[in-house]
């Protein structure tokens, strides 16, 4: 079993700023990818930024020069620091881990989400 818990969600006005955190426990071999991704009531939930392994980073074009993700490997936790925060950034936000456990002497994958995070930006 993989756990993840987020953190750092809240209320912050137009222009604020504010930063996520995700810590992953539990059964894990390896992280191959971490993600932040978000849902905005009536709409799918949508990718909003990842890192792999090796340190490659994605930004979808909506929070580009704006957020930046982080990871901390040591600590199997990934960050997400958001800047210029706007109306359209209110969202639940989520983290996702995809990885490799240990089943017996067997890798298995596994792809875990946190529980959600509130973000709304509002005056």
């Known amino acids: 079993q993989v756990q993840l818990v987020e953190s750092g969600g809240g209320l912050v006005q137009p222009g604020g700023s504010l930063k996520l955190s995700c810590a992953a426990s539990g059964n894990i071999f390896d992280i191959l990818r971490m993600s932040w991704h978000r849902q905005a009531p009536g709409n799918q939930r949508e990718l909003v930024a990842s890192i792999t392994r090796s340190g490659n980073i994605n930004y979808s074009d909506f929070v580009k020069g704006r957020f930046t993700i982080s990871r901390d490997n040591a600590k199997n936790a990934v960050y997400l620091q958001m800047n210029s925060l706007n109306s359209e950034d209110t969202a639940v936000y989520y983290c996702?881990?995809?990885?490799?456990?240990?089943?017996?002497?067997?890798?298995?994958?596994?792809?875990?989400w946190g529980q959600g995070t509130q973000v709304t930006v509002s005056s």
């Open positions: 996702n881990i995809y990885g490799e456990r240990l089943i017996g002497p067997k890798i298995s994958n596994f792809d875990s």
